[in-house]
């Protein structure tokens, strides 16, 4: 299993930014999907998750109402798209696609919100 995230760069505050996650290889194991961050000196953080079958999602509170994830199941394709962007959103931002027994990794993209 391969996830490869893209779509960071720097955007300023109030912005958007969508960011992908490509999955290669055994895609049918997924249970869930997911995004985290890792902003500089912290530890990382749960961002959102989606379930692959039925859809679900789940979102951290900091980023209730302007975070939203989605799937493209045809695509393997996870996606992030991240409305009114704060300061506090900068971060690597991580895929994480998790199955019964295991759970994988991206190796992250950076986003960096500017005042």
């Known amino acids: 299993v391969q996830l490869v995230e893209s779509g960071g760069g720097s955007v300023q505050a109030g912005g958007s930014v969508r960011l992908s996650c490509a999955a290669s290889?055994?895609?049918?194991?997924?249970?869930?999907m997911g995004w985290y961050r890792q902003a500089p000196g912290k530890q990382r953080d749960l961002v959102a998750t989606?379930?692959?079958?039925?859809?679900?999602?789940y979102y951290a509170d900091s980023v209730k109402g302007r975070f939203t994830i989605s799937r493209d199941n045809t695509e393997n394709t996870m996606f992030l798209q991240m409305d009114s962007l704060q300061r506090e959103d900068t971060a690597v931002y991580y895929c994480?696609?998790?199955?019964?027994?295991?759970?994988?990794w991206g190796k992250g993209t950076l986003v960096t919100v500017s005042p």
């Open positions: 994480k696609a998790q199955t019964w027994s295991r759970t994988y």
């Open positions: 290889g055994s895609t049918f194991s997924f249970n869930s």
């Open positions: 989606i379930t692959t079958g039925g859809g679900s999602t």
